[in-house]
């Protein structure tokens, strides 16, 4: 596996989506990260990537030696200006990278945007059996702020979804 450093984050670029979408499809079949049961492709994603803007809701991609090895996106909560304060966050980490911190730099970037962003609160939806997710999250002070009981089924298995939630600004 290569070293992580050194890195750099960026906004994202169309031209990034085929990474981003193969990062997103590799996690499908593991049935721990996200709710779609099938893969994804680039065209079906291009809403969502315009839905991303670098002063309001960003898309990164995170490179090391020009590979795209994780991306981190900012997503609307429930879509109403009384909620512009608060954004989801996701993490995606490339396969050969995993284990090597790049959800900690992604988490930490993050943070440290949050104030030219204008968000006081960040949200992780995170299935209740993804324990590196929810290990990462807690790390940096997310508590659970919901817990709802078998509201996914994955191949014929009902799962939880955890919210959690951090305030980042008072």
């Not at 049935?31 to 492709?41: L, Q």
């Not at 959800?103 to 995170?126: D, H, N, R, S, V």
């Not at 790390?139 to 955890?162: C, N, S, V």
Request: hydrophobic content about 40%; glycine content about 8%.
């Amino acid at each position: 596996m290569k070293e992580l450093f050194p890195y750099e984050i960026t906004d994202a670029a169309e031209t990034d989506m085929p990474a981003i979408v193969e990062i997103y499809n590799s996690t499908v079949a593991g049935r721990m990260v996200t709710a779609d049961t099938e893969p994804v492709s680039v065209e079906s994603r291009m809403k969502w990537f315009h839905e991303h803007s670098p002063d309001f809701r960003p898309l990164w991609v995170m490179r090391s030696e020009g590979v795209i090895c994780g991306w981190l996106s900012f997503q609307s909560f429930y879509g109403r200006p009384a909620y512009n304060g608060t954004a989801e966050v996701s993490i995606y980490v490339h396969e050969q990278y995993r284990g090597k911190g790049i959800g900690k730099i992604l988490m930490e970037q993050a943070f440290a945007a949050c104030p030219k962003l204008g968000l006081k609160t960040l949200l992780g939806f995170i299935f209740g059996h993804n324990e590196p997710s929810l290990r990462l999250f807690r790390k940096y002070g997310f508590e659970t702020w919901a817990h709802m009981p078998q509201i996914a089924e994955l191949d014929g298995i009902e799962r939880d979804l955890i919210i959690l939630g951090k305030r980042v600004q008072p």
